[in-house]
């Protein structure tokens, strides 16, 4: 079967283009989503994905209308090749069903590698650099030495409520109880900002 799938961002924008595209190219059933093209949940490409058996094609009017990116892409066709699914794309000239189809998917594959690859490289040098400068690569730190100390003093009091406390700081509550516990004692990951002298001991119970 020629399984057809076309998608736009918002529902002011209309499919009609598409679908007639898809009708002339003799797909069997059609299926849609209205969502943004780095959205990962899109339920009517779920269900063409999951109705296609070995021997069907996936229809498509043009390429960025099934991936968030190339290597999506790539990934994503790769994955109905093993399933003997083909690709077809009406205004790109490729059907991965064909010998030239297989060929020009296979650059955009070695496209994407490259696309990865400079990502890779580029991510590497950044923190190379920062490490330089004497900074450390990542998300910057949420819970801080001054946010943690309050934190103690905050959940030793036992009239103050774990998720007031989380707002008052500006972290999330399963950031607060992962450097302290209920009772305001310091838990293993404080003493990264502590020092090993700055955690106390939990007296037991």
């Given at each position: 079967m020629l399984i057809g799938y076309m998608r736009v961002s918002t529902g002011?924008?209309?499919?009609?283009?598409?679908?007639?595209?898809?009708?002339?190219?003799?797909?069997?059933?059609?299926?849609?989503?209205?969502?943004?093209?780095?959205?990962?949940?899109?339920?009517?490409?779920?269900?063409?994905?999951?109705?296609?058996?070995?021997?069907?094609?996936?229809?498509?009017?043009?390429?960025?209308?099934?991936?968030?990116?190339?290597?999506?892409?790539?990934?994503?066709?790769?994955?109905?090749?093993?399933?003997?699914?083909?690709?077809?794309?009406?205004?790109?000239?490729?059907?991965?069903?064909?010998?030239?189809?297989?060929?020009v998917f296979g650059i955009f594959a070695t496209l994407a590698e490259f696309e990865r690859d400079l990502i890779h490289e580029r991510t590497m040098a950044g923190l190379a650099a920062a490490r330089a400068r004497g900074r450390a690569g990542g998300r910057p730190r949420v819970m801080t030495k001054q946010k943690l100390k309050a934190a103690m003093a905050l959940m030793a009091d036992?009239?103050?409520?774990?998720?007031?406390?989380?707002?008052?700081?500006?972290?999330?509550?399963?950031?607060?109880?992962a450097y302290v516990d209920a009772k305001g004692q310091p838990r293993e990951r404080a003493s990264e900002l502590l020092g090993k002298r700055g955690v106390r001991p939990r007296i037991a119970a």
């Open positions: 002011e924008q209309n499919l009609d283009l598409q679908r007639d595209a898809l009708d002339r190219a003799g797909c069997n059933r059609v299926f849609d989503d209205v969502c943004s093209g780095r959205a990962t949940e899109r339920a009517g490409l779920d269900k063409a994905l999951d109705i296609m058996r070995d021997g069907d094609t996936l229809v498509v009017w043009k390429l960025d209308r099934i991936g968030r990116s190339l290597p999506h892409v790539v990934g994503l066709v790769g994955d109905l090749q093993k399933r003997g699914v083909g690709l077809k794309v009406l205004t790109g000239d490729i059907d991965t069903t064909t010998v030239t189809g297989r060929l036992r009239d103050n409520a774990a998720r007031d406390v989380a707002v008052q700081l500006g972290v999330s509550v399963s950031t607060l109880y």
